[in-house]
């Protein structure tokens, strides 16, 4: 079964910016579509970003244009390249992970099996 650990979480003041990892382990990286997903305190889990096998992207409208998916097959690594950051963007933020076969292209939380324990960003005005 995969796993999945977030790293690169932190504190950081407005405008700065983050760059998040998720270490993927124990299946083949390339069966799976991967995501970022973020929770605030009080607020429903939301999906952030995702990507496929093919490095194909969805982002959520809120980020859109100031944070990045990306990965590295040969690291197994997962990333989520954060700029622009404001006080909106503190969360714990997720790593998750479904069988492309299975995928529908969606940011849902129910479209994913596999979820990492989570890392905390937090933005300071």
């Known amino acids: 079964q995969v796993r999945l650990v977030e790293s690169g979480g932190g504190s950081v003041q407005a405008g700065g910016s983050l760059r998040l990892s998720c270490l993927v382990s124990g299946d083949t990286f390339s069966s799976y579509c991967l995501a970022w997903f973020r929770q605030a305190p009080g607020k429903e889990r939301e999906g952030v970003a995702a990507v496929d096998s093919d490095s194909r992207t969805k982002y959520a409208d809120s980020v859109k244009g100031r944070f990045a998916i990306s990965q590295d097959a040969v690291k197994n690594t997962l990333y989520l390249e954060m700029n622009s950051l404001n006080t909106d963007d503190t969360a714990m933020y997720y790593c998750?992970?479904?069988?492309?076969?299975?995928?529908?292209?969606?940011?849902?939380?129910?479209?994913?099996?596999?979820w990492g324990q989570g890392t905390q960003v937090t933005v300071s005005s």
């Open positions: 998750a992970a479904t069988y492309c076969r299975l995928w529908s292209y969606g940011l849902a939380p129910d479209e994913y099996n596999f």
